[in-house]
Structures are given as C-alpha cells and as structure tokens.
C-alpha cells in the first residue's frame, strides 16, 4: 500500500476536521489541517494519529465507509472517535496515545498542541461555513 500525507489548507478538509484518512484502491491518504502561519509540529501530529489510526482499522477490518458513516452522523461531537459506541474507538484511543508519545518525544506540552489543534479545529469550521471568525 502506498501511503500519501499531506498538509492541506482548512478549506480542503472534506469535513469538519482537522485529521483524515481516506483509502482509494492501494493508497493510504492522510490529510492534516494546516493554517496559514501555523507550526507544522501539531499538523505532523495529527498525521501521526491519523496514520496510526487508520493501519489499526484496516488491519482490524474496520473500513473507511465504518469511520465516515459514524463521523457524518456526529459532526456535533467534539471527537467522535473517543466516543467508545464509534467502531473504531479503540484504533483512535491507541492513535492518541502514539500522538502523545511524539509530542512528549519533540518537547512539545500536550496543552500546547491541543491549543493548536482546537485553533486549527477552528480555521477548518470558518473555511468549511460551519461557523463565522
């Protein structure tokens, strides 16, 4: 499987997010939100999580179609993924855990990403129209 990560700006997310995984045939690709004038650490972060997180689905038959269904029909939720009814709770507990790991691994406090993610989290709501700056 080829995998491809890439950083995008907020306005090519496909949703409300700022971490995607998709599979199309033998590729694996991973998308990170990343704001103009933003540090690339948190974005890299995600991609991490994303990555992790999509090998343990994959590997534990838990399909793209599975993560999508369940997501769309949470777009409310602050993280759909800690929800422990999401079908891939556990690929996306242990992804955090791995993402917390390289933080602590690069000196980056784990608040100071969060910051980063919810501001990012933020910048993908205005670019998508889900909410106004």
Not at 16 to 27: A, E, F, M, N, R
Not at 30 to 58: F, M, N, W
Not at 104 to 110: D, V
Request: overall charge negative.
């Amino acid at each position: 499987m080829r995998i491809d990560i890439r950083f995008v700006p907020p306005a090519e997310m496909r949703y409300s997010t700022v971490g995607d995984w998709q599979v199309d045939g033998t590729t694996l690709r991973i998308t990170s939100a990343l704001p103009d004038g933003s540090s690339p650490r948190s974005a890299a972060l995600v991609a991490i999580h994303e990555l992790v997180e999509a090998y343990l689905c994959v590997h534990s038959g838990i399909t793209q179609d599975h993560v999508d269904a369940y997501d769309f029909a949470h777009l409310d939720d602050d993280e759909p993924g800690e929800n422990p009814d999401a079908p891939y709770h556990a690929a996306h507990m242990a992804a955090e855990q791995i993402e917390r790991l390289a933080c602590a691994l690069i000196g980056l406090p784990w608040a100071v990403h969060e910051a980063t993610v919810e501001k990012t989290a933020e910048a993908v709501d205005v670019a998508l129209g889900r909410s106004t700056p």
